[in-house]
């Protein structure tokens, strides 16, 4: 009896026993690797260089493709660390669509007025509360080539109309169209009246000029516009808008009538110059001779700067599977500067070269196409400010860095402002010898042969 008793506890000990240890966390395939354990996530940090380089190549028209800009940044910025900028705008008007041949047969002129759509949805900075918009005539055709922002027009020597007053709040005025009857429309936009020789000169003109695209643009060739003096801003000039008109104003009589001349997005060029002088600014070096030692590297929309990004080890890895790669850039601050009025850009984008071409990398490419993860939330380059309350800027390069692994992509790379012929946004990067924020690369990745 006793036996018994001590044989049944023995069975039931040992069976709590077994339980206790078949509830334990259990590898599969343990017995294999318990000789040999490996990890089969890794993450490293790499070397990563960082140098500013000017980049010239802002096409503003292709005669293949048409315009490639809607919105042009219009304005003057005084910066004294990296050097004053201002840019001219020109573009053509043509023969409005559905345009009915004036008869100006004992008409008598009453005005003749250039409507000018400012968006200030885009403005960048802060423009003083009035300035003076000058308006000029454009002294030769803009060519059927592609042009950069590097090539300036001839304008007339003075200029035909002026606009004085404010671009921020958007000034609001009154459209007049005579259709029928006088229609009348409050819009935010510049009304400039313009030289009456001018209007003389057009009501001149034989009728097939007046109606022919080709042949009207050989007599008023465009226009230019830019302001008189910075404005320490840039403000959107939307060319493409239908707010944006010659207007000429005559009476026959006692009717009055209206020609007009709009700008055409099949056929219409427009250009800008963007020019800037670096004399006397107070980093001079920095833009001129910047290198992968320096502490501070620049990135500047429109006929700005890139960060060119170098990852010089990363050929020399063997093959691994790149599960995340993650590249950080810090913003840093220049001194004499406390504050960065025209950035931090709010999107920037990485290039790289194939066959002699600059495309996206197949990381904004694939956030681009998707519908679901997008471009800040996929990629990133969007600016965070951290814990240590610095501004940084993180990018999603799984896809570009398995390619460089692999050997089938260069380990350079660009980054730059997204839509930088619009944008004029600038931000300075903390380089490899900061002690803000090195730039930096992580890879978290599993072996190919663990």
């Known amino acids: ?25 259990t590898l599969v395939g343990a017995d ?26 802002v096409i503003t028209y292709d005669p293949d493709g048409g315009a490639s800009l809607t919105r042009y940044p219009l304005g003057g910025i005084m910066d004294p660390l990296l050097g004053n900028s201002s840019t001219t705008v020109y573009f053509e008007l043509l023969p409005s669509y559905g345009f009915s041949e004036p008869d100006f047969t004992n008409a008598v002129l009453d005005s003749i007025v250039l409507t000018l759509h400012i968006d200030t949805t885009r403005i ?36 035909l109309g002026t606009y004085s007053g404010p671009i921020w709040p958007a000034p609001v005025s009154t459209s007049v169209d005579y259709v029928g009857a006088i229609d009348t429309q409050t819009l935010a936009h510049v009304r400039i009246p313009l030289d009456l020789a001018l209007g003389m000169e057009l009501m001149a003109l034989d009728s097939a000029t007046l109606v022919s695209d080709s042949a009207f643009i050989q007599v008023l060739n465009g226009f230019g516009v830019r302001f008189r003096d910075p404005i320490n801003a840039y403000a959107g ?58 502490s501070v590297h620049v ?64 990381d904004v490419v694939f956030a681009l196409g998707s519908g679901v993860f997008g471009l800040e939330n996929y990629f990133g380059g969007v600016p965070l400010t951290l814990d240590n309350q610095r501004t940084t800027y ?14 089938e992509a260069s380990p350079t790379l660009y980054v730059r402002v997204r839509q930088r012929e619009s944008y004029p946004t600038q931000s300075f990067i903390c380089g490899a010898s900061s002690p803000d924020g090195a730039p930096k690369l992580t890879i978290t990745y599993s072996r190919l042969n663990p």
Request: glycine share 4%; with cysteine.
């Open 32 to 57: 294999i690797l318990d000789q040999d354990q490996s990890d089969l996530v890794r993450s490293d940090s790499f070397t990563v260089l960082t140098r500013s380089i000017p980049w010239d190549t």
């Open 299 to 362: 990135i500047q929309g429109v006929n700005g700067f890139d960060l060119e990004v170098n990852f010089p080890h990363l050929p020399q890895q063997e093959p691994v599977l790149v599960n995340l790669a993650m590249l950080e850039l810090t913003v840093c601050y220049l001194d004499g500067a406390t504050s960065n009025p025209f950035g931090p850009p709010a999107q920037l984008e990485i290039y790289t070269y194939e066959d002699d071409r600059l495309i996206l990398v197949d």
């Open 394 to 407: 993180r990018f999603n390069l799984s896809a570009q860095v398995q390619k460089i692994i692999l050997g």
């Open 124 to 159: 960048l900075g802060t423009p003083v509360s009035s300035t003076n918009l000058d308006v000029f005539r454009l002294m030769e055709n803009i060519p059927d080539e592609e042009l950069t922002t590097q090539r300036s027009l001839t304008l007339s020597s003075s200029p």
């Open 237 to 294: 000039f939307y060319i493409q808008s239908s707010n944006t008109a010659l207007n000429l104003y005559y009476s026959v009589d006692t009717l009055h009538y209206q020609a007009k001349w709009v700008p055409s997005s099949t056929e219409s060029k427009k250009h800008y110059a963007y020019d800037i002088d670096r004399s006397g600014v107070t980093y001079p070096d920095l833009l001129a001779n910047n290198t992968a030692a320096d």
């Open 1 to 25: 009896m006793n036996k018994t008793f001590y044989w049944v506890m023995a069975a039931s000990l040992a069976t709590i026993a077994l339980f206790s240890q078949c509830t334990k966390p």
